[in-house]
C-alpha cells in the first residue's frame, strides 16, 4: 500500500499590518509633531493612530531617552506658545531648525 505523506496546511499569512498596535519610529514622529502643535496628548496618540495610554506607557518605557526629552520640550514649547500668542508657533519654529 502506498501512503502519501498528507501535506502540511499552508502557514497562516501574518496580520496585514502588525504596525497597528506598535510604536514605530515614524509613529513616535508623528506623535511628537502633533504634541508640539496641539499640547494634548489624547489627540496627538489619535493623530498617530495609538491611544492615550499606550503612548504613556511608551514614554513610560524610554524613560531618559530623546522620546522622553522631547515630549517634555513639545509641551513646554507648546506653553511658550500660549503665554505669547503672537510668537511664531512652536511648530513652524522647530520646521526652520
Not at 11 to 35: E, G, M, N
Not at 59 to 88: E, I, M, V
Amino acid at each position: 500500500m502506498d501512503q502519501h505523506p498528507t501535506p502540511h496546511p499552508p502557514a497562516r499569512p501574518a496580520p496585514a499590518s502588525t504596525d497597528r498596535a506598535r510604536w514605530t519610529p515614524d509613529r513616535q514622529r508623528l506623535f511628537l509633531t502633533a504634541l508640539l502643535a496641539t499640547g494634548n496628548v489624547t489627540h496627538a496618540a489619535r493623530t498617530a493612530g495609538m491611544s492615550r495610554a499606550s503612548a504613556h506607557r511608551l514614554r513610560q518605557r524610554l524613560a531618559g531617552t530623546p522620546f522622553d526629552r522631547t515630549w517634555d520640550r513639545a509641551l513646554a514649547l507648546h506653553a511658550q506658545s500660549l503665554a505669547d500668542p503672537f510668537a511664531p508657533s512652536p511648530a513652524r519654529r522647530a520646521a526652520r531648525r
